[in-house]
């Protein structure tokens, strides 16, 4: 049962969410001297349990949409989603009732820490339900718009929210340096997600769903691609020149040079197995970076 229960809510790319709780968390406490390890583990269970509803309510309205069914009906797409649905290893009500599950064990948290820090947190909790839900679920369908709303979308729920959220659990009040350190890990986030339309980009098109790689083409989409992870690495030499990580955080930029050069190995058309590397190595760039991160966090508090 645990098995499927994690490949159904693709618990393996968990650290997304994670990374981002740990690094508000661990600015808190090199800015402020606050930290208390209970509040950072009950954000992180109610943060995990979120991303993973979302993951889960995503799979469950693909399925609704017949996104999921092009997707195997179109040559040469990849399909992202854990293939529960589609395949038959869970029915549906089985699929709803864990999704919902994960819900409450994502607002049960976050009513506890409101009542803990503050309604404020009540607020950021709100924020990421609203999006984590709406994502592909009628009437905003952020996925299926095709202008900029869904990588927007992530950008808050997987960096903005979760940063300064954290940061507002452990002080009970928010910094502009907790806005800053959002964005790195956040705008890489969005890489990931961007990234991963490129693997079935064609079989959206055919469901309706109106990505950003649909919209622009596959050339067009590529470039912006790489201007993501351009802003990504920028807002990290920002975060060292505003205060909000020390100067040998700068070490990792080095994180971006192997997802660089899978870029060069790519042209303006593609199959969509070729952009498997691609998401493989927007996923390690992004724990690798925020990795590095979390670790010059700790290193300042310690020296100073």
């Known amino acids: 049962m645990l098995q499927s229960f994690m490949k159904a809510s693709r618990f393996k790319v968990l650290p997304v969410m994670l990374i981002p709780v740990v690094l508000g968390a661990a600015g808190a406490y090199v800015w402020t001297g606050r930290f208390q390890i209970g509040l950072m583990l009950l954000t992180l269970l109610g943060a995990g349990a979120a991303h993973l509803f979302s993951n889960m309510i995503n799979d469950l309205w693909d399925y609704y949409n017949g996104t999921d069914e092009a997707a195997k009906a179109t040559e040469g797409a990849i399909s992202t989603n854990s293939g529960f649905l589609t395949g038959g290893a869970w029915s549906v009500g089985k699929f709803r009732a864990v999704t919902w599950l994960l819900f409450f064990v994502a607002a049960a948290s976050g009513i506890a820490l409101g009542v803990i820090s503050g309604w404020p947190v009540i607020v950021f909790g709100l924020a990421?339900?609203?999006?984590?839900?709406?994502?592909?679920?009628?009437?905003?369908?952020?996925?299926y718009r095709g202008k900029g709303y869904s990588e927007l979308a992530i950008l808050l729920a997987f960096g903005v929210l979760p940063v300064t959220g954290a940061y507002y659990v452990q002080t009970s009040h928010l910094d502009y340096?907790?806005?800053?350190?959002?964005?790195?890990?956040?705008?890489?986030?969005?890489?990931?997600?961007?990234?991963?339309?490129?693997?079935?980009?064609?079989?959206?098109?055919?469901?309706?769903?109106?990505?950003?790689?649909?919209?622009?083409?596959?050339?067009r989409a590529l470039q912006f691609s790489r201007l993501l992870l351009f802003l990504a690495y920028a807002a990290l030499v920002l975060c060292v020149v505003f205060g909000a990580l020390p100067l040998y955080a700068l070490l990792a930029v080095f994180t971006a040079v192997p997802l660089y050069l899978v870029y060069g190995r790519l042209g303006a058309h593609n199959k969509s197995t070729a952009y498997l590397p691609l998401m493989g190595a927007s996923m390690q760039a992004t724990k690798r970076c925020g990795a590095v991160l979390i670790l010059a966090l700790v290193l300042q508090g310690i020296l100073q």
């Open 128 to 143: 990421g339900a609203f999006i984590a839900y709406f994502y592909v679920a009628p009437p905003v369908k952020f996925g």
């Open 177 to 219: 340096r907790a806005l800053l350190l959002s964005l790195p890990i956040g705008l890489l986030t969005t890489l990931i997600l961007f990234n991963h339309h490129f693997l079935h980009w064609e079989a959206d098109r055919q469901a309706g769903k109106r990505t950003l790689v649909v919209v622009w083409g596959e050339k």
